[in-house]
């Protein structure tokens, strides 16, 4: 019986949206507006050759063919059709007999992940989305590329490379729900373009909620020390215009950790990574091109040298044109915060909007973006180092330098460590008499390590240092002490200063009413020492009847006029994570995953929360980009 017309129409539909990633003969999943709803799921980290090409090592599996379309330096760009890709990626394959690798990348939520088969593989996640006159636009800073150098040359000559990324909720993923986050994207543009990448490390040491005063303090808790390349990304965390100028509490500790970093024992690359953010409150100003902490961070650039990565400078024009994979004509996520599914409306928008909320890039385009110009900047140095290019006596005697005084003024980085939180608290404890170091997590991959004690008198005590960064020693800095609160089997503990520190007594008490457990941070002053000794005591006086103190961890600042940091759920999240790495060091992938999803949704949704009560109110008339939320986007626009 002959089929009718529209069933054999429906039935090309179906094919062209369901066809496997070898079918060459149809347009690429990549090509297609609507190719997120197709069976694609990316499979990765399979083993597959690379070659070197003039000593490159650009990845063959995607495509033989070097980008050169934009610059004369024969560097390492990828590009080129997913199609292509497929055949000769899976032929080589076959020809050699590899197999599929263990690990897939596991996805932000439950139900998203890479599949592995042997004999195949989509590309997808290794071309890029990105040309190269766009990576390179992203290059606002040249710097000083020696120490960039130098680490490729490290890695040249057999030893690993680190790359460390630090930052806010932009860096630690948020906005990735259904694609990874944007170290993530890197991690995958190396493994494709540099010759060993079992010898390729990226970790991720962000912490949502958090500025760069935070990570001036902490860190040694986020950065391993032989770290050979740092990533900072806090233009959109730290705030845009703060008073004084320049000379305040925003920047004097955002150059405080550049220095730091700068000191590390590898003497690391330091970039700086300008995130962007378009929409702003109240509506009516989204699109500036100056909104941000940019310009003011980029001056510390400028001072140190140090290489910088702008995505205004690289996509702004792009989002104004409103480009496939860069539209701002609204978030992807709807006013609760979330993916909108009904009536195709997410279709319209995965793969064509930037943003996954006001402030987050999607997993699929903004943080692939900003993976791509990372990785690019790396691939750029790899080429000089592979080509042969040698550092000149100047160039190494740049790198063994001391760093010149501050930019600002009495602004010395403390040469200590000053955050102290899971095996680095553990090592500060110097005498106790039944205080335990005991995990309380209900599973190794949620470990809850503390000093516990449940005996009235038992004590113990913690050595620290607090000398400020400041010329003046008589100035007093704030202390914040990390203890379990909860509503049963909690008592008190005093707390006091000993040795060459004192601070006024103060009584913890860890019972409270509501039937929650969490971490607590209890703020204190306390004056400068080299050797501080903070000692806790149980008491016998209790509010619930039991004596159980729990302590986690000291943090001290280390300017006199710093404000205490009492984000009590990163604290606990930097506690856990940091706990499961054998040296001590946090790294994002070992939080527990539903608490981050979850901390992400609420984030995203209150976000959109407060961005559609300013339209509501109506304060958008007139702003650039701002438009109804819940309505799909027509795409009449430049793709």
């Given at each position: 019986m002959p089929y009718s017309r529209q069933t054999l129409l429906f039935a090309l539909g179906l094919l062209l949206l369901l066809q496997p990633p070898a079918m060459e003969f149809l347009s690429p999943t990549a090509d297609r507006p609507f190719g997120g709803l197709a069976i694609a799921a990316a499979r990765i980290n399979r083993p597959f050759r690379t070659r070197s090409a003039g000593g490159h090592g650009v990845a063959f599996g995607l495509n033989r063919?070097?980008?050169?379309?934009?610059?004369?330096?024969?560097?390492?760009?990828?590009?080129?059709?997913?199609?292509?890709?497929?055949?000769?990626?899976?032929?080589?394959?076959?020809?050699?007999?590899q197999v599929c690798g263990e690990a897939c990348y596991k996805g932000m939520l439950a139900g998203t992940s890479g599949a592995c088969k042997a004999q195949e593989f989509n590309p997808g996640l290794f071309q890029m989305l990105t040309d190269a006159?766009?990576?390179?636009?992203?290059?606002?800073?040249?710097?000083?590329?020696?120490?960039?150098?130098?680490?490729?040359?490290?890695?040249?000559?057999?030893?690993n490379l680190t790359v460390v990324t630090v930052g806010g909720s932009i860096t630690a993923g948020q906005g990735a729900v259904d694609a990874?986050?944007?170290?993530?994207?890197?991690?995958?543009?190396?493994?494709?373009?540099?010759?060993?990448?079992?010898?390729?490390?990226?970790?991720?040491?962000?912490?949502?909620?958090?500025?760069?005063?935070?990570?001036?303090?902490?860190?040694?808790?986020?950065?391993?020390?032989?770290?050979?390349?740092?990533?900072?990304?806090?233009?959109?965390?730290?705030?845009?215009?703060?008073?004084?100028?320049?000379?305040?509490?925003?920047?004097?500790?955002y150059e405080r950790l550049l220095r730091k970093l700068l000191g590390y024992p590898n003497r690391p690359a330091v970039i700086l990574m300008h995130a962007y953010r378009w929409f702003q409150l109240p509506a009516d100003t989204?699109?500036?091109?100056?909104?941000?902490?940019?310009?003011?961070?980029?001056?510390?650039?400028?001072?140190?040298?140090?290489?910088?990565?702008?995505?205004?400078?690289?996509?702004?024009?792009?989002?104004?044109?409103?480009?496939?994979?860069?539209?701002?004509?609204?978030p992807r996520a709807d006013r609760h915060g979330v993916i909108q599914h009904e009536n195709f409306i997410d279709a319209t928008l995965k793969d064509f909007a930037f943003y996954y909320d006001l402030v987050h890039p999607d997993g699929n385009t903004g943080h692939r973006i900003m993976g791509e110009i990372a990785a690019q900047l790396v691939?750029?140095?790899?080429?000089?180092?592979?080509?042969?290019?040698?550092?000149?006596?100047?160039?190494?005697?740049?790198?063994?330098?001391?760093?010149?005084?501050?930019?600002?003024?009495?602004?010395?980085?403390?040469?200590?460590?000053?955050?102290?939180?899971?095996?680095?608290?553990?090592?500060?404890?110097?005498?106790?008499?039944?205080?335990?170091?005991?995990?309380?997590?209900?599973?190794?991959?949620?470990?809850?390590?503390?000093?516990?004690?449940?005996?009235?008198?038992?004590?113990?005590?913690?050595?620290i240092n607090t000398l400020s960064n400041r010329t003046r020693s008589d100035a007093m800095v704030t202390a914040e002490l990390g203890h379990l609160r909860s509503y049963e089997n909690m008592g008190r503990a005093g707390v006091q200063c000993e040795g060459g520190c004192t601070c006024n007594y103060w009584t913890l008490d860890g019972h409270q009413e509501s039937r929650t457990s969490q971490t607590f941070l209890q703020a204190f002053m306390v004056t400068q020492a080299e050797d501080c000794i903070i000692s806790v005591r149980v008491l016998k006086e209790t509010s619930s009847g039991k004596h159980k103190v729990k302590i986690t961890g000291i943090m001290?600042?280390?300017?006199?006029?710093?404000?205490?940091?009492?984000?009590?759920?990163?604290?606990?999240?930097?506690?856990?994570?940091?706990?499961?790495?054998?040296?001590?060091?946090?790294?994002?992938?070992?939080?527990?995953?539903?608490?981050?999803?979850?901390?992400?949704?609420?984030?995203?949704?209150?976000?959109?929360?407060?961005y559609h009560e300013s339209l509501d109110?109506?304060?958008?008339?007139?702003?650039?980009?701002?438009?109804?939320?819940?309505?799909?986007?027509t795409q009449s626009v430049v793709l």
């Open positions: 063919d070097v980008d050169n379309s934009s610059d004369d330096d024969g560097d390492a760009d990828t590009t080129g059709s997913a199609g292509a890709g497929t055949s000769r990626g899976d032929n080589a394959a076959r020809g050699e007999g006159r766009t990576r390179r636009a992203a290059q606002s800073s040249f710097g000083d590329r020696s120490r960039f150098q130098a680490a490729l040359k490290r890695y040249q000559d057999g030893a990874p986050p944007y170290p993530k994207w890197m991690q995958f543009v190396l493994d494709a373009n540099l010759p060993d990448k079992d010898r390729v490390k990226v970790r991720n040491g962000a912490v949502p909620g958090t500025s760069s005063q935070y990570m001036s303090s902490c860190h040694n808790v986020h950065v391993p020390r032989d770290a050979d390349v740092i990533f900072v990304e806090y233009a959109v965390n730290d705030e845009e215009m703060p008073m004084p100028h320049m000379n305040n509490q925003i920047r004097r500790p989204s699109g500036q091109f100056w909104m941000s902490s940019e310009r003011q961070q980029s001056e510390f650039g400028l001072f140190y040298g140090l290489p910088q990565l702008s995505v205004k400078a690289c996509c702004y024009h792009y989002m104004a044109e409103g480009k496939k994979g860069f539209q701002v004509k609204r691939l750029d140095v790899w080429a000089d180092v592979a080509s042969g290019s040698q550092l000149s006596p100047e160039d190494q005697q740049a790198i063994d330098a001391p760093l010149p005084s501050p930019m600002l003024p009495d602004n010395l980085e403390s040469k200590a460590d000053k955050c102290f939180i899971g095996p680095a608290f553990q090592r500060t404890m110097v005498e106790t008499d039944g205080f335990q170091w005991v995990n309380e997590g209900k599973s190794a991959d949620l470990p809850k390590w503390g000093f516990v004690s449940d005996v009235p008198d038992q004590y113990i005590k913690f050595k001290v600042s280390e300017d006199p006029e710093a404000a205490a940091f009492q984000d009590w759920a990163s604290f606990d999240w930097v506690s856990i994570a940091a706990s499961k790495d054998p040296k001590g060091v946090f790294e994002i992938g070992n939080i527990a995953r539903r608490a981050l999803l979850e901390w992400n949704a609420a984030s995203s949704a209150e976000i959109m929360r407060v109110g109506g304060s958008a008339s007139g702003g650039r980009g701002a438009t109804n939320l819940d309505e799909p986007v």
